[in-house]
Nanobody, 123 residues
Framework: QVQLVESGGGAVQAGGSLRLSCAAS????????MGWFRQGPGKEREFVAL????????YYKDSVKGRFTISRDNAKNTLYLQKNSLKPEDTAVYYC????????????????WGQGTQVTVSS
């Protein structure tokens, strides 16, 4: 089993920044990709960003490209999401997830999920 614990959420004004962290523990050796997803009020959960842990390749949802950066500290087994130039439409619960498959944007490919952290962006 893989355990994921997110932190770093909070309330911020539009244009501000936040950095989310996701600490992974347990049997992480089979993890091939880690991603960030979000679920806004009344919306379905959606892909935000992912990192292929084998190649280090990153992918982003179009609306966050240039504003969000996904990164990983291998020594700490921690995934990050640096979020800059935040907009009210970025308001959501953000989830960290792990997949045994590479380059997967689909939610169904992720078998381990954190509890989520709330991000609220005010205008």
């Amino acid at each position: 089993q893989v355990q994921l614990v997110e932190s770093g959420g909070g309330a911020v004004q539009a244009g501000g920044s936040l950095r989310l962290s996701c600490a992974a523990s347990g049997r992480t050796s089979s993890t091939a990709a880690m991603g960030w997803f979000r679920q806004g009020p009344g919306k379905e959960r959606e892909f935000v960003a992912l990192m292929d842990l084998i190649a280090g390749t990153t992918y982003y949802k179009d609306s966050v490209k240039g504003r969000f950066t996904i990164s990983r500290d291998n020594a700490k087994n921690t995934l990050y999401l640096q979020k800059n130039s935040l907009k009210p439409e970025d308001t959501a619960v953000y989830y960290c997830a792990a997949s045994n498959f590479r380059l997967q944007l689909a939610i169904q490919a992720y078998t381990h999920w954190g509890q989520g952290t709330q991000v609220t962006v005010s205008s």
